[in-house]
């Protein structure tokens, strides 16, 4: 039987848990409590020498001494945190709830609200309905003037478009609710992206001081939650979708496809390995498949794990993935073969970064732990 807290988990990388209503108050801070270090901490990253975990209760948490001791950052939220990325050993930034970013420019010390997503998300709503209400028209135009043999396909998409348009209006009426956001990646300090549940693409071209909705970039009418965004550094991207679809990018965002990889559940990231170029796409029950073509053919790979895998990290040509009930799993030769870890306390594991001496450290259900891996495969944690 699954556990209640990884059931938890799933919902919280479908994007479907609770985000709060109400905005334009005061900023409410993290609280400070004795027992953060212990809490639920979605991922880590590290920032030079330094490790930093993200997670519950809007918990950010730094380490100088390789994860032995923890220290509670100020952070200007108190809503769930889900993923950070450090682009360099200062420039980092988080995202979670309420579509909320936050930024750090000394490793992960001092946090920055960068993007009040609840606030954003009436001008995304707006900018929707406009859009919208113009193709409705475009389309109505087009209508007028079209030949006998153009009109039941322009009905048709006209019939979309202003149940779209209804849609939009709709939201404009109802309480604002900003999607909560799942992963976040840059490529370099200015160019960087975010995603979320409902289809939610966000695009900075200036290190996130302005976030723009890409969503409608995305040929994505079923507003599939995107719960992983990654890039290989030149130009390519890749976020990691529902019914086991993953959406391409070859040209740094402007336009995408539809990756058909042949599984029909759920992705919930998706990473590059910067020595091979290939892209691994990981979910449900240990799923995970792997592309070494930019996206365009994928096949499914055994990472001898059967639990759901929320977490993975790819360096120096390994690549190691994390999930469910404690269960961890790494490769060394591109997805060839795997070796299975999983430590004896089976608290389940949602993010994972490599130190500089190249042991792993992995954050979950109750704080962050260092994975050992011995020559024979067997792992434990400290």
């Known amino acids: 039987m ?29 609280l400070q409590t004795p027992g953060a270090s212990r809490s639920m901490l979605l991922d880590i990253a590290v920032a030079g020498e330094r490790l930093v975990a993200v997670g519950e209760r809007g918990h950010i948490l730094t380490s100088q001494d390789q994860g032995q001791n923890w220290t509670q950052a100020e952070v200007p939220t108190s809503v769930m945190l889900t993923r950070v ?66 009109v039941d396909a322009l009905e048709e998409a006209l019939e979309e478009a202003e149940w779209v ?60 939650h995107l719960n992983g965004v990654v890039g290989d550094g030149a130009g390519t991207l890749y976020l990691a979708s529902e019914w086991g679809m993953v959406f391409v990018s070859t040209n740094a965002g402007e336009s995408w496809r539809v990756a058909e990889t042949g599984y029909d559940g759920s992705f919930f990231g998706v990473v590059s390995n910067p020595e091979t170029g290939s892209v691994f796409a990981y979910g449900l029950l240990g799923t995970i498949y792997r592309s070494e073509d930019q996206g365009v053919n994928w096949s499914a790979v055994d990472g001898l794990v059967r639990g759901s895998l929320f977490g993975a990290e790819a360096v120096a040509g390994s690549v190691v993935f994390v999930g469910q009930g404690g269960i961890a799993t790494l490769t060394r030769d591109d997805g060839r073969t795997f070796t299975p870890m999983v430590q004896p306390d089976r608290d389940g594991l949602f993010g994972v970064a490599t130190m500089s001496d190249g042991r792993f450290v992995a954050s979950g259900e109750r704080g962050a732990r260092l994975l050992v891996v011995t020559a024979a495969g067997d792992q434990g944690d400290e």
Do not use: C
């Not at 200062?90 to 009040?116: E, P, T, Y």
């Open 2 to 30: 699954i556990r209640y807290a990884a059931v938890h988990v799933i919902a919280l990388f479908l994007g479907v848990a609770h985000a709060s209503l109400a905005f334009g108050g005061q900023v409410e801070y993290s």
């Open 165 to 224: 348009l209804e849609n939009a209006r709709e939201k404009l009426d109802m309480p604002v609710y900003a999607p909560p956001l799942m992963d976040v990646w840059f490529a370099t300090p200015e160019q960087g992206w975010a995603v979320g549940a409902y289809g939610t693409l966000l695009r900075t071209a200036n290190g996130g001081r302005n976030w723009a909705d890409w969503s409608h970039h995305v040929g994505n009418p079923d507003e599939l």
């Open 85 to 150: 990325f450090f682009v360099d050993d200062k420039l980092g930034w988080a995202v979670g709830h309420d579509g909320n970013v936050l930024h750090s420019q000394d490793g992960g010390l001092i946090w920055a609200l960068q993007r009040d997503g609840l606030a954003d998300q009436v001008r995304i709503n707006e900018d929707n309905a406009g859009r919208a209400l113009s193709t409705v028209e475009e389309l109505q135009a087009q209508l007028a003037a079209a030949e006998e043999d153009a």
